[in-house]
């Protein structure tokens, strides 16, 4: 068994939900970033997304959008992403998931990023920007990747739900709220009824992120879902540590209050 699949397997098992950080890659630096990852896995992190730095990031809020430009500016590329996956491999079994836009994906090479990725260690990536129903590039159909392709489902893609959940791997990648990423103080009032619509077209394990701020928002839905993607909260932390001298203790601290809440 894979090892993003046996993590969520074990979690079903022992009645508990999967902690998912979002953190991009060599924000603020690249040793940061290794330290960071160990240091969420430390925190209760059952799996860690890793965003591949883009500078574009459509789907990507202000914080996000930030995080990408100073890791984009300290020289972050596939390459050095690739080679950081690497290196994280080294140190933890941890499943390491990639958040990347398309465009970085088709200047690498598709199929040259999913050689190295899996090489590296790297378990999943997740392709906000390109739909299941559009894996066309210079009019021929990609091919597989070697890693688990994440599939996203928003309460905005009604009819689609069953084609897009059907035959998901790893995870499905709920969108809790409209628009782009960020820290919002509430949720939609439909996401009960979206997730009941998700479970009904799939048996594949659940994530829900977008605008998950709070330790007191995951205890409201963590009957809602399988696991919880939290980014622009924490990097939200992150970046306010580094006015401190890289100090990333209160983002730590964040993702400890979130496992708390969740194992309640």
Partial sequence: MKRLQKRFHTLKENG???????ITA???????????????????????ELGLPYSDPLADGPVLQRAASRALEKGMDTDRYLEMVAQIRKKTELPLVSLAYVNSLFQYGW??????AEEAG????????????ARFFEGHALSPLPIT????????????????????????????SRGVTGARASLSED???????VRRESNCPTALGFGISSPEMVTEIRELADGFIV???????????MEKGSDFSAAIEFVVDLRNALDQ
């Fill in 231 to 241: 980014g622009s909260a924490l990097v939200e932390k992150i970046e306010a540590g």
């Fill in 26 to 48: 060599g924000d603020p630096d690249v040793d940061a970033t290794l330290e960071l990852v160990l240091d969420l896995e430390k925190a209760g992190a059952d799996v860690i």
């Fill in 16 to 22: 508990r939900k999967a902690l998912i950080p979002f």
């Fill in 149 to 176: 392709e994440i599939r996203l489902v928003a309460p905005t893609s009604g009819k689609r739900i069953r084609e897009i959940a059907r035959d998901a791997e790893g995870f499905l990648y709920c969108i809790a």
């Fill in 122 to 133: 790297l378990d999943a990536v997740i392709i906000p920007d390109l739909p299941k129903e």
């Fill in 111 to 116: 199929d040259l990023f999913g050689k190295r």
């Fill in 191 to 197: 996401l009960k009824e979206f997730m009941n619509q």
